[in-house]
């Protein structure tokens, strides 16, 4: 895929669909992104990409047009440590709203007070093998920050969400369990359908780990899947989880859908394939009760 200019800002995705069953009072889209606007919140010099400018305002006409009544909303790289734009955001939802900011070591008690006061529920760390970004992704933390950050998430009340490999994961696994933390994995631990398959043993022991409920997974199909439109090839995975833990499990969107180009999904058909391959009950559970729980949402 050849490379997206730092310069050309590009283009929202349209406003997707409805599902084809309205879904749930309740309903959380669990990873989703808030960037800019950028005359407010500028992106961060040096970064990997650049993204739309996906305001807070464009992330609720997206919730508003596929049904959500709630979001969680996780700090991008092309914003570095600078978690203006999703502060802002999560402050001004009515609640609506729960933030992952990305932080390093510099972060003060004082701010880790402030943010957890204010809706944010936890920090994101990226340990990525990608030959998207084989120099390494700009902007992150890394799991060396997460493991001297770690006390200090807990003191404050703060989950660690891990967007990394499943190897990279299982080969960390004594270091992150050991933070006695709650660990939310992004995007299905980022598998590889045709590379392995679900009898892997790194994948196997991911799965051991949600399991027994010491890891949480955000079903985000989309990356994790060569097979568009419909991901075919990440369902053995995505049933695996639900087969696994369904009370450890998040529905995400991963809107604006960055970098997908002619690949970018309808939201709205997103939720459909998720419900097709879980089913109504615990489709329910995963959109409502489980986000509720992890991120501390009150009732409707």
Same mark, same amino acid.
């Given at each position: 895929?050849?490379?997206? +200019?730092?310069?050309?800002i590009?283009?929202?995705?349209?406003?997707?669909?409805?599902?084809?069953?309205?879904?749930?009072?309740?309903?959380?889209? +669990?990873?989703?992104?808030?960037?800019g606007?950028?005359?407010?919140?500028?992106?961060?010099?040096?970064?990997?990409?650049?993204?739309?400018?996906?305001?807070?305002?464009?992330? /609720?006409?997206?919730?508003?047009?596929v049904?959500?009544s /709630?979001?969680v909303?996780?700090?991008?790289?092309?914003?570095?440590?600078? =978690?203006?734009?999703?502060?802002?955001?999560?402050?001004?939802?009515?609640?609506?709203?729960r933030?992952?900011?990305?932080?390093? =070591? +510099?972060?003060?008690?004082?701010?880790?007070?402030?943010?957890?006061? !204010?809706?944010?529920?936890?920090?994101?760390?990226? #340990?990525?093998?990608?030959?998207?970004?084989a120099?390494?992704?700009?902007?992150?933390? /890394?799991?060396? #920050?997460?493991?001297?950050?770690?006390?200090?998430?807990?003191?404050?009340?703060?989950?660690?969400?891990?967007?990394?490999?499943?190897?990279?994961?299982v080969?960390?696994?004594?270091?992150?369990?050991?933070?006695?933390?709650?660990?939310?994995?992004?995007?299905?631990?980022? *598998?590889?359908?045709?590379?392995?398959g679900?009898?892997?043993?790194?994948?196997?022991?991911?799965?051991?780990?949600?399991?027994?409920?010491?890891?949480?997974v955000?079903?985000?199909?989309?990356? !994790?899947?060569?097979?568009?439109?419909?991901?075919?090839?990440?369902?053995?995975?995505? #049933?695996?989880?639900?087969?696994? =833990?369904?009370?450890?499990?998040?529905?995400? !969107?991963?809107?604006?859908?960055?970098?997908?180009?002619?690949?970018?999904?309808?939201?709205?058909?997103?939720?459909d *394939?998720?419900?097709?391959?879980?089913?109504?009950?615990? !489709?329910?559970?995963?959109?409502?009760?489980?986000?509720?729980r992890?991120?501390?949402?009150?009732?409707?």
């Open positions: 895929m050849a490379e997206q +200019s730092l310069e050309k590009p283009p929202l995705p349209p406003l997707p669909g409805r599902p084809s069953v309205p879904l749930p009072p309740g309903a959380c889209d +669990s990873h989703g992104h808030i960037f606007p950028f005359d407010r919140f500028p992106l961060a010099a040096s970064r990997s990409y650049t993204p739309p400018e996906a305001t807070f305002e464009a992330h /609720r006409a997206m919730m508003e047009a049904g959500f /709630r979001a909303v996780v700090q991008g790289s092309a914003h570095g440590t600078d =978690n203006r734009a999703i502060l802002d955001g999560v402050a001004r939802s009515d609640g609506r709203l933030g992952i900011v990305v932080i390093d =070591n +510099s972060v003060t008690d004082e701010e880790l007070a402030n943010m957890a006061a !204010s809706g944010i529920v936890g920090a994101r760390f990226t #340990e990525l093998v990608s030959t998207r970004y120099g390494g992704m700009k902007g992150v933390s /890394r799991f060396s #920050e997460l493991e001297k950050l770690g006390p200090r998430l807990r003191e404050h009340g703060l989950h660690a969400q891990l967007f990394s490999n499943c190897p990279t994961i080969a960390n696994l004594d270091m992150l369990l050991g933070l006695d933390l709650p660990l939310v994995i992004d995007h299905m631990g980022r *598998i590889g359908p045709g590379d392995w679900p009898t892997d043993a790194d994948f196997q022991r991911l799965l051991a780990c949600v399991r027994e409920g010491r890891m949480w955000k079903l985000t199909a989309l990356r !994790s899947s060569r097979d568009f439109p419909d991901y075919a090839d990440a369902r053995p995975f995505h #049933e695996a989880f639900v087969a696994a =833990n369904p009370d450890r499990l998040l529905f995400g !969107s991963d809107w604006p859908l960055l970098n997908l180009g002619e690949r970018t999904p309808d939201v709205g058909k997103l939720v *394939i998720f419900r097709d391959w879980t089913g109504p009950e615990l !489709s329910e559970r995963i959109l409502v009760d489980n986000p509720a992890l991120y501390g949402f009150g009732p409707i």
